[in-house]
């Protein structure tokens, strides 16, 4: 299932002669001649085009461990962190952010040298159709990323061959949307299918699809405030699930090792048709499933094989694991994990009060590890039903890694840009606004919500199933929904922004987590009360992060940073 993976070892010669602006030779020429000679070249280049979308600054690490951390749903859980994007005390010159940057532009230059030398190689046509669509695909959505996080920004159509291509003024929100709906459009046309890719990390036509509904709602919503794109994105979510090609994972193992480190305290019996935690341990276990999981950003190895293209999912966010001894055997039944990010008391009781909502007892823990550092020895202790906070993040747990040995900081799970189950969420989201709460916008967020609680999802239901909403409560009904079923997977933030939220829910969740308990035991530590920070020092310049100060730097044309920095 890693097959994209064959090819980024040799991408690095590539890239480091993309970037270097003093070598000697120019750089088209050296693309021409050693890369785009035929179809094997042509797609070590693609490879490097989707390379840093695994970056630490991208989804490697920092998306939803540092730089959008912050949220309703979850925080940083470290006392000392006073400063930081993580709670938002920040300026222009850190280096996260300056990361995030040049990340993003490095995979936006790469995608218009493939583009730029695309009818170079002698190849079978299509297969060139399909490589320039994913080219296009990565540039719109690097772009994406972009105009969320930084507003008006340099838009570069051709490669940066020379110092001086890097002077280009900002570019109007409005006009980078537009060309990121005119690359989307054009690559949806030529990639290939979900099936016949077989493999969740290239991009296929319902994946463009499933990502252009996802730009038309953000364009709905604050700050461009265009609310034809509700309409948009309704015909661009439905043309997923018209295609046939994806559905809600319903299945589940009941096989031990799926189940021996499963959370007995609340008791979880093996055999509950949880098929929503069963994402999670498939992915740890490499066992992919692209009717759900549409799109992910692919990770490998353990380092220890020859494959250092590792991420933090389980080991910077997880349930907190830290045996002291370097070689403890812990390491490889548990894994080492961090334990960054914890819940909010506000997700927790987005859930059912009584638990029968399976997914909130997989994505908070029901309980902490205690090391005994003279034995290695790690002792489960239950945290009680009705502790709301100091819930570590629990989505992706690393005992079920089958890798060994076990990397201590970094792992193989792939992070999920796009499952069916978000595509099920806008559907109804831009059917409610389009045409109110329908039929078919009910059945939409109700299937989410009956496999959440471990239903047949085709089956009616009095416990899961919304009803009798008008448009504006099924609009909070959504947009809850979201919260539960998407935690953590890099998108509340931008999902409060589009909807005109940020600031206020910040504000408001900031001021509950001042005002949580203290507690002693396991989950002192943890205490909510270090989370307030991130959502009182948020105000409207939050909204967007500040343009890097090494960028304004070196592009004399960006005369200005973004409003309050």
């Known amino acids: 299932m890693k097959k994209i993976y064959i090819l980024l070892g040799m991408v690095a010669m590539f890239t480091s002669s993309c970037e270097d602006f003093l070598n000697e030779e120019p750089i088209d020429k050296i693309g021409a001649?050693?890369?785009?000679?035929?179809?094997?070249?042509?797609?070590?280049?693609?490879?490097?085009?989707?390379?840093?979308?695994?970056?630490?600054?991208?989804?490697?690490?920092?998306?939803?461990?540092?730089?959008?951390?912050?949220?309703?749903?979850?925080?940083?859980?470290?006392?000392?962190?006073?400063?930081?994007?993580?709670?938002?005390?920040?300026?222009?010159?850190?280096?996260?952010?300056?990361?995030?940057?040049?990340?993003?532009?490095?995979?936006?230059?790469?995608?218009?040298?493939?583009?730029?030398?695309?009818?170079?190689?002698?190849?079978?046509?299509?297969?060139?159709?399909?490589?320039?669509?994913?080219?296009?695909?990565?540039?719109?959505?690097?772009?994406?990323?972009?105009?969320?996080?930084?507003?008006?920004?340099?838009?570069?159509?051709t490669p940066t061959t020379s110092p001086n291509g890097v002077q280009i003024a900002r570019t109007p929100t409005a006009q980078v949307y537009a060309q990121i709906l005119k690359d989307m459009k054009e690559a949806?046309?030529?990639?290939?299918?979900?099936?016949?890719?077989?493999?969740?990390?290239?991009?296929?036509?319902?994946?463009?699809?499933?990502?252009?509904?996802?730009?038309?709602?953000?364009?709905?919503?604050?700050?461009?405030?265009?609310?034809?794109?509700?309409?948009?994105?309704?015909?661009?979510?439905?043309?997923?699930?018209?295609?046939?090609?994806?559905?809600?994972?319903i299945t589940y193992s009941t096989d031990a090792a799926y189940n021996s480190f499963n959370e007995t305290i609340p008791s979880i019996p093996a055999n509950s048709n949880n098929a929503y935690r069963q994402i999670f341990i498939n992915a740890a276990r490499e066992a992919y499933n692209t009717k759900e999981c549409m799109w992910e950003v692919e990770f490998k190895g353990n380092r220890a094989d020859g494959y250092f293209d590792l991420g933090g999912l389980g080991s910077q966010i997880g349930i907190t694991m830290t045996p002291s001894a370097a070689n403890s055997p812990l390491y490889n039944s548990i894994g080492y994990c961090y334990g960054f990010v914890k819940g909010t008391s506000r997700l927790f009781n987005k859930?059912?009060?009584?638990?029968?909502?399976?997914?909130?007892?997989?994505?908070?823990?029901?309980?902490?590890?205690?090391i005994n550092n003279t034995t290695n020895v790690a002792t489960k202790t239950a945290i009680a039903k009705t502790v709301q906070f100091g819930r570590d993040v629990a989505k992706w747990r690393r005992e079920y890694e089958l890798l060994s040995p076990k990397d201590k900081n970094q792992t193989g799970i792939n992070f999920p840009v796009l499952r069916y189950s978000d595509v099920l969420l806008m559907f109804a989201e831009a059917e409610n606004q389009v045409n109110g709460p329908t039929a078919a916008a009910y059945e939409a967020i109700?299937?989410?919500?009956?496999?959440?609680?471990?239903?047949?999802?085709?089956?009616?239901?009095?416990?899961?199933?919304?009803?009798?909403?008008?448009?504006?409560?099924?609009?909070?009904?959504?947009?809850?929904?979201?919260?539960?079923?998407?935690?953590?997977?890099?998108?509340?933030?931008?999902?409060?922004?589009?909807?005109?939220?940020?600031?206020?829910?910040?504000?408001?969740?900031?001021?509950?987590?001042?005002?949580?308990?203290?507690?002693?035991?396991?989950?002192?530590?943890?205490?909510?009360?270090?989370?307030?920070?991130?959502?009182?020092?948020?105000?409207?310049?939050?909204?967007?992060?500040?343009?890097?100060?090494?960028?304004?730097?070196?592009?004399?044309?960006?005369?200005?940073?973004?409003?309050?920095?």
């Not at 009060?353 to 997989?362: I, N, P, V």
């Not at 960028?551 to 044309?557: F, R, V």
């Open 33 to 157: 001649e050693q890369y785009y000679t035929d179809e094997a070249g042509l797609t070590q280049v693609l490879a490097g085009v989707y390379d840093p979308l695994g970056s630490v600054n991208l989804y490697g690490n920092n998306i939803n461990v540092i730089n959008e951390v912050g949220s309703d749903e979850g925080y940083y859980a470290r006392s000392a962190q006073t400063t930081g994007v993580q709670v938002y005390n920040f300026d222009p010159t850190n280096a996260n952010i300056a990361g995030l940057w040049t990340d993003l532009y490095t995979g936006i230059n790469r995608a218009n040298d493939l583009i730029a030398h695309i009818d170079l190689p002698k190849m079978d046509e299509d297969k060139r159709q399909q490589i320039l669509g994913e080219a296009l695909f990565l540039r719109g959505y690097y772009y994406f990323m972009l105009v969320t996080r930084f507003g008006d920004v340099p838009v570069r159509l």
């Open 188 to 249: 949806e046309a030529k990639v290939g299918t979900s099936s016949a890719i077989g493999y969740p990390s290239r991009v296929s036509k319902t994946v463009v699809q499933g990502i252009l509904a996802r730009v038309c709602l953000q364009m709905a919503g604050y700050p461009l405030n265009d609310a034809s794109k509700y309409a948009e994105s309704l015909s661009w979510s439905k043309k997923v699930i018209d295609s046939g090609e994806h559905a809600l994972n």
């Open 351 to 370: 859930y059912d009060a009584t638990g029968k909502d399976l997914r909130r007892d997989w994505n908070l823990t029901t309980y902490t590890w205690t």
């Open 446 to 565: 109700n299937q989410v919500r009956r496999r959440g609680y471990g239903l047949p999802v085709g089956i009616p239901s009095l416990l899961a199933d919304f009803t009798g909403l008008n448009k504006a409560t099924f609009q909070q009904a959504i947009e809850d929904e979201r919260m539960r079923e998407l935690c953590f997977e890099g998108l509340r933030r931008y999902d409060l922004i589009r909807w005109n939220k940020f600031v206020s829910t910040m504000n408001s969740v900031g001021a509950e987590m001042a005002a949580a308990p203290s507690v002693s035991g396991p989950l002192s530590i943890g205490d909510q009360r270090y989370g307030k920070t991130a959502g009182i020092n948020v105000t409207n310049r939050n909204l967007l992060f500040p343009i890097p100060s090494i960028e304004i730097l070196s592009n004399k044309l960006i005369t200005e940073n973004n409003p309050g920095w």
